[in-house]
């Protein structure tokens, strides 16, 4: 019985982001008008988000936060369906030839925009644990004629990748919603190469607030209540053996929690080259 909370918060994680997929599928399936813009959806949308819009994802998440070039290169229902409070491929610097793994991928908007990045000679990697995102990831990745990338179905806490095989892991806004953060970050720190970095856009609290604090600000699903502070990030990374941690907040979402960018670095085979750990907190 004492597992049933949660199973029933996975459960709820898991419907959450099915609607988004469904929903995000039917955005790009409709159009709303006959005024089209250059990337052929319509400039009016609906409430229901149509043609051109997003799924609503909350005030500082979601779709905005990429710039124009990026939103008009990617299908519509990959764009729909960004819910996430960053953009990890501005903050991971990927370099051609790189193997990405993106945590919680989604529609695939990260992964498409990863794939372009890293090129022919590289790959990257989605997971979710949700197969209606799974399904959309890939007709948007067909869709877009991105060929180097694989979406895997899957959960962050058991990641199915071999030991050191992943150059770069990013997410958005997705760890806060795991409900064993140790876990993930021991599977990210086993998953990456020596050496190999995170370039994670994530919700973090002010030290200050308590867990029973954060849940009264939002919900688990709404990437607030399971949030932890920028102290219990950077312990968490650093006990399971990453190095040069950076934990700055970029935005607010809500009362004393913030949109955070987290970088951080698994120690090089020489072990050296390494900077001591650090964070920023409000």
Known sequence: MASEPTSDLVAEVRDHYARAATLGARVADRCCGETTTASGCCEDTTASGCCGGSVDAGEGFGLGLYDLTARDALPQAA??????????????????GEVVLDLGSGGGIDVLLSARRVGPTGWAYGLDMTLEMLELARRNAAEAS???????????????????TVDVIISNCVINLSLDKPAVMREMARVLRPGGRLGISDVVAADHLAPEQRAARGSHVGCIAGALSFTEYRALLAAAGFEAVEVVPTHA????????????????????GQSPAETSSP
């Open 79 to 96: 764009a729909a369906t960004s819910l996430g409070c960053g953009v990890p491929t501005e903050v991971a610097d990927l370099h051609p």
């Open 253 to 272: 979402v809500a009362e004393d929690l913030f949109a955070a960018i987290v970088r951080a670095r698994t120690p090089s085979r020489d072990g050296g």
């Open 146 to 164: 991105v060929d180097n990338v694989t979406f895997i179905e899957g959960r962050i806490e058991d990641i199915p990748l071999e030991d050191a």
